[in-house]
């Protein structure tokens, strides 16, 4: 069935007349459906480690929608917490972790092979979801990058230019780079068992990289986003990558070939015409509609998605938003966006 799968046309490198689509964040708080589901589950956390209701948001936007792909229900901030660190969420708010900025706190995290105790549950959501999921739809895992991750385990929270992982980072660099092996180890552990459980294509998302620049890019973003991506290929060869170095800017360009990913997602800061010449000519690329099209909908929604359809017709092209949908997106624009994609 995998080769009617159009998800996995385009990141093998195949241009097709109509891209396929699915939108991050997908499942979540702008569905009626997922607020009575969590409602249920009693809290964001509780939610998910349990693997029925996860399974269940999940699928909620397919049923809804019929996207191409679904993305696994989880959180990057499960990694560091399989790893020791507390994590909690303040409503309203957000994540909070406990901090690391000593060599006494970061000797307290576990290896990255025990992992797997905590983050069980979140294998028998993807085996639910190999299992429930229409066979025509994609079933993608997911982790957060080692940088991005690590930049809430410093502040214990997420914070607006990353400063204390940058402090970190220029006041004990062997340190950082002990965390952020670490954090590259568990997330290989993590994704190998995913793709155990039965996920089709992995993405590492690394929200933060655009606080990066020279050759903190290099070290923080691009290399241990190729670690990740050859370990996983090396134990499973030919799954598809997609990497998401939000805010990189012209260091998409290149990226793809750097690290080994099949597919480099954009943000919403990307334009497309630049994109379609840059970065598509290295392999697939994925996005990149700006999120608040699906606040204000309108002509303007369906407009700035046939544009980027049309400037990135000339190769492969998987259709999303630039970033996570919003929760105060409306549920009827997501039904007029895909349209616009499809032709309808």
Request: hydrophobic share 40%; net charge negative; proline share 7%.
């Amino acid at each position: 069935m995998s080769e009617t799968k159009t998800i996995l046309k385009s990141l093998a490198g195949e241009a097709q007349p109509v891209p396929p689509i699915w939108m991050m964040r997908q499942a979540g708080r702008y569905l009626p459906e997922y607020r009575e589901t969590r409602a249920k589950a009693g809290d964001f956390l509780s939610l998910c480690y349990n693997p029925e209701l996860a399974a269940e948001v999940t699928l909620q936007p397919i049923r809804r929608y019929g996207f191409d792909a679904s993305i696994l229900f989880a959180d990057i901030l499960l990694l560091p917490q399989a790893l020791g660190a507390d994590l909690w969420f303040v409503t309203g708010e957000g994540p909070r972790l406990s901090t690391l900025t000593t060599e006494a706190e970061f000797d307290a995290l576990k290896p990255a092979e025990a992992v797997h105790e905590t983050l069980n549950p979140v294998y028998e959501t993807v085996r639910i979801l190999s299992r429930e999921l229409p066979a025509e739809t994609t079933l993608i895992g997911f982790a957060g990058a080692p940088w991005t991750v690590a930049t809430y385990m410093v502040a214990g929270r997420g914070t607006p230019d990353q400063g204390p992982a940058h402090a970190l980072k220029n006041e004990n660099p062997a340190l950082f780079r002990r965390l952020i092996d670490r954090l590259t180890d568990g997330t290989i552990e993590y994704l190998a068992a995913q793709v155990e459980a039965g996920a089709e294509v992995v993405k590492i998302f690394d929200s933060w990289a655009g606080s990066l620049s020279g050759e903190d890019f290099d070290t923080y973003a691009l290399e241990p986003c190729r670690k990740i991506t050859a370990a996983l290929k090396a134990r499973y060869p030919g799954l598809p990558v997609i990497g998401f170095p939000r805010g990189a800017g012209e260091r998409y360009v290149g990226f793809a070939k750097a690290t080994g990913v099949d597919c480099v997602a954009l943000d919403q800061g990307v334009d497309p015409d630049w994109a379609a010449r840059e970065v598509q000519p290295e392999g697939c690329v994925q996005g990149n509609l700006d999120p608040s099209h699906l606040v204000t909908g309108g002509e303007a929604l369906e407009r700035e998605t046939r544009r980027i359809v049309e400037a990135f017709r000339g190769g492969p092209h998987i259709f999303n938003l630039g970033h996570g949908i919003t929760p105060d997106a409306d549920p009827e624009n997501v039904h007029r966006m895909i349209a616009a994609v499809r032709g309808a």
